[in-house]
């Protein structure tokens, strides 16, 4: 799916972006299967902490879909799990933000090789708070993060990296269904969304079979290729929406989360 040109550019700058995924029609089907979700179960589906890809059958299928993966694999190789994902939504005027950060600060993976695919359910621009980046930043070390446990900030501890230099950011603009990639050592982060409207995207962390979680023994799905390491016990795949069978995993996802002695990697 990559070209040469777009795979040493992802390489020496940390992101690449936008890329074609799923028509827009279908981007906005599954807003609706979202809105629908919240309605009847009362709750954000933002609140749906590192298994989203598991709780409804659609986005288990988007985590699947060759749109994402053929794209995944020109940057990580061809044998890929994803490890965890997070739908990140901002209402319309509600405030909320994403500071500065790494993702690689808490997500306890060796080596740095994750990539983050972050798929547009809406439209992501300037006035509703698309994602930034900092351009080459992923070359650098890790970062120290501040904990500021913000509750404007959708992070789980508030975690910024301070007096971080902006004048090289990037805005990674996408339409409903295009998405963008990242490394999880590129420093990036989105402001408010000014709009009346949601902005909302789902973000796959996928990583190669030979990456290891050194927290403890964790779970990821096996997306394609084949994983000739067994670092990663298996996720269930859900065969329904709110499978039973995985939603208990989902809840143990967002406990370690959330969970504020998982150290600070620059520390």
């Given amino acids: 799916?990559?070209?040469?040109?777009?795979?040493?550019?992802?390489?020496?700058?940390?992101?690449?972006?936008?890329?074609?995924?799923?028509?827009?029609?279908?981007?906005?089907?599954?807003?609706?299967?979202?809105?629908?979700?919240?309605?009847?179960?009362?709750?954000?589906?933002?609140?749906?902490?590192?298994?989203?890809?598991?709780?409804?059958?659609?986005?288990?299928?988007?985590?699947?879909?060759?749109?994402?993966?053929?794209?995944?694999?020109?940057?990580?190789?061809?044998?890929?799990?994803?490890?965890?994902?997070?739908?990140?939504?901002?209402?319309?005027?509600?405030?909320?933000?994403?500071?500065?950060?790494?993702?690689?600060?808490?997500?306890?993976?060796?080596?740095?090789?994750?990539?983050?695919?972050?798929?547009?359910?809406?439209?992501?621009?300037?006035d509703n708070g698309c994602m930034q980046v900092i351009p080459g930043s992923h070359l650098g070390a890790a970062q120290t993060h501040n904990e500021t446990y913000d509750a404007k900030n959708l992070l789980a501890r508030g975690q910024k990296i301070e007096n971080m230099d902006e004048s090289d950011a990037v805005l990674m603009e996408l339409k409903a269904g295009e998405f963008s990639l990242h490394n999880e050592r590129t420093v990036h982060g989105s402001l408010a969304n000014n709009t009346d409207s949601a902005r909302i995207g789902l973000a796959l962390f996928y990583i190669p079979t030979h990456v290891k979680s050194i927290l403890a023994r964790r779970t990821a799905c096996l997306v394609r290729g084949e994983d000739k390491y067994g670092y990663w016990d298996a996720d269930p795949i859900p065969r329904h929406d709110f499978d039973p069978v995985v939603m208990k995993l989902v809840d143990q996802a967002r406990e370690g989360y959330v969970d504020p002695t998982i150290p600070q990697e620059a520390l």
């Fill in 1 to 126: 799916m990559l070209n040469p040109e777009q795979v040493e550019f992802y390489k020496s700058q940390g992101y690449l972006s936008p890329l074609r995924g799923i028509a827009g029609d279908k981007a906005s089907w599954m807003h609706g299967e979202l809105d629908r979700f919240e309605r009847e179960r009362g709750m954000s589906a933002g609140s749906i902490h590192f298994k989203g890809h598991l709780v409804f059958k659609w986005s288990y299928d988007l985590a699947c879909s060759a749109e994402v993966l053929d794209a995944v694999e020109d940057v990580i190789g061809p044998d890929i799990l994803v490890f965890a994902s997070k739908f990140w939504i901002k209402g319309g005027g509600d405030g909320t933000f994403v500071s500065w950060h790494q993702d690689s600060a808490y997500f306890g993976l060796e080596p740095h090789d994750l990539v983050t695919a972050w798929v547009a359910l809406t439209d992501a621009n300037r």
